[in-house]
């Protein structure tokens, strides 16, 4: 059974930093693109960031490029999301997602998360 575990969301304030991780198990994750993505109230879900498989260059959203860092640690089966400089766009759901296509807005994912609830105060 697939599975993708995303866990280290809450409340911050703006300025602030958090950190997800997301724990994969039922498939190969060390051969998946791995990314996040965030979705807003009332938004589509939006591409954050993305990590190939082999630990290829990470790649960002516009919108967080310079304050979020994307890894992976195949042994453990995890990837993370370090969120630094947060402001309250960044408020939204963030779900972990697996394919085997590069990942962008478009892609077809293979696989979700749950989804963890990130809020971001003024």
């Known amino acids: 059974q697939v599975q993708l575990v995303e866990s280290g969301g809450g409340l911050v304030q703006r300025g602030g930093s958090l950190s997800l991780s997301c724990a994969a198990s039922?498939?190969?994750?060390?051969?998946?693109?791995m990314g996040w993505f965030r979705q807003a109230p009332g938004k589509d879900r939006y591409f954050v960031a993305a990590?190939?498989?082999?630990?290829?260059?990470?790649y960002y959203g516009s919108s967080v490029k310079g304050r979020f860092t994307i890894s992976r640690d195949d042994a453990k089966n995890t990837v993370y999301l370090q969120m630094n400089g947060m402001t309250p766009e960044d408020t939204g759901v963030y779900y972990c997602?697996?394919?085997?296509?590069?990942?962008?807005?478009?892609?077809?994912?293979?696989?979700w998360g749950q989804g963890t609830q990130v809020t971001v105060t003024s």
């Open positions: 039922g498939f190969e994750f060390e051969k998946y693109n």
């Open positions: 990590i190939p498989y082999s630990n290829g260059t990470p």
């Open positions: 997602a697996a394919s085997f296509q590069h990942i962008t807005n478009l892609t077809p994912i293979d696989y």
